[in-house]
């Protein structure tokens, strides 16, 4: 089975700095797909950003990029020029390809407050 | 916006009422997810469908029970409710192909009295 690990519950950081969250995760599979979702307060999880793992190059996405250490199992999420809007719980997922099964696991979550 | 709609948002029930929380999709994706959030905000899976007909239990054990008679509805149903069922629940959807992205509705507040 599957498993994602996100070791901070919480981080703070100050409005326009880089803040960067940590992603373990475990698996046997080959081919898989990562993501970053963020959950505002009492609004919808929205997709932040998505790795597949047979891809070498980092996937970015505006102020939004992930280091994906595939040997070592690790996917990090660095989001620059912080802004108050990031503020959020943000969860790493992982997925095995669609047609090896598609449940959708998630770690426990970290909650990043920005402060201005 | 994703076009993905639970309903209720919130609601307050008493013990022992039977409830059910809809979620719809208009996308036509096949896989359709609930989650259970608890009050540390950590996901769980309790009921997943892959198409019409197919449901299956998650990680979570629940006492709820789902359905999929139509491709754009799954509906979750507790017989019984009780204060241990109190928590937020999220539904969620995957394309059949593509980029594997989810679609989250924006969540059912269930609290038992």
């Known amino acids: 089975a599957q498993t994602v690990t996100q070791s901070q519950p919480e981080m703070s950081v100050q409005e326009a700095e880089t803040v960067t969250l940590s992603c373990t995760y475990d698996?046997?599979?080959?081919?898989?797909?990562l993501f970053w979702y963020k959950q505002p307060p009492s609004r919808q999880m929205i997709l932040v950003i998505r790795?597949?793992?047979?891809?070498?190059q980092n996937a970015t996405e505006n102020r939004f990029s992930v280091n994906f250490q595939k040997a070592a199992k690790s996917f990090s999420l660095k989001i620059s020029d912080s802004q108050l809007g990031d503020t959020a719980m943000y969860f790493c997922?992982?997925?095995?390809?669609?047609?090896?099964?598609?449940?959708?696991?998630f770690g426990a979550g970290t909650i990043l407050r920005v402060k201005s | 916006e994703a076009d993905i709609y639970q309903t209720p948002r919130y609601l307050v029930i008493g013990t022992g009422k039977k409830i059910t929380l809809e979620c719809s999709q208009t996308?036509?994706?096949?896989?359709m997810y609930w989650y259970q959030q608890d009050p540390g905000m950590e996901l769980h899976l309790i009921h997943y469908?892959?198409?019409?007909?197919?449901?299956e239990k998650g990680d979570l054990s629940s006492e709820s029970t789902v359905s999929r008679i139509r491709t754009e509805h799954f509906p979750l149903t507790l017989e019984s409710a009780r204060p241990s069922h109190t928590s937020q629940y999220l539904c969620?959807?995957?394309?059949?192909?593509?980029?594997?992205?989810?679609?989250f509705g924006q969540g059912t507040r269930l609290t038992v009295v």
């Open positions: 469908s892959y198409g019409v007909n197919s449901t």
């Open positions: 969620a959807s995957i394309a059949p192909r593509g980029l594997a992205e989810a679609f």
């Open positions: 997922a992982f997925m095995k390809p669609l047609e090896r099964g598609n449940k959708l696991v």
């Open positions: 698996t046997s599979e080959n081919n898989y797909y």
């Open positions: 790795q597949e793992a047979y891809k070498q």
């Open positions: 996308m036509g994706h096949d896989k």
